[in-house]
């Protein structure tokens, strides 16, 4: 089970910024000597990523964040918190689309074209 959550801003034209929260609970399994031992795993993981919108079909995006687990450790002894780094490649749809069916709504034409 999963929970996420994130809040948006606008820092300028081109530039905007999300702050994200996740958490998440599981169940983990592992086998040892042919035994399936099972146990409990959650994480918690805040993160700021900083997107760069100045392309027409696409906008690039950069963050940092931090994993907190927390899990049994019958099954697993290392510690899996660690640091977190995001790349982001999204999609404009609605660009794509308003480019191709309806130019007249898009904002890649100009007036004069």
């Known amino acids: 089970m999963n929970f996420f959550g994130s809040y948006n801003w606008t820092l300028s034209k081109l530039i905007s910024g999300e702050t994200t929260l996740d958490f998440g609970l599981g169940r983990i399994k592992s086998f040892s000597f042919n035994q ?4 409990a795993y959650s994480f918690f993981e805040p993160a700021i990523i900083l997107n760069y919108n100045g392309f027409n079909f696409f906008s690039l995006g950069l963050g940092s964040g931090f994993r907190f687990t927390n899990k049994d ?7 899996w918190s660690l640091p977190t780094i995001i790349l982001r490649f999204s999609l404009k749809f609605s660009e794509i689309h308003n480019h ?14």
């Open 100 to 113: 191709f069916f309806h130019p007249t709504n898009t904002s890649l034409y100009l007036i004069n074209d």
């Open 73 to 79: 450790n019958v099954i697993i002894t290392n510690n």
């Open 36 to 39: 399936p031992v099972k146990g």
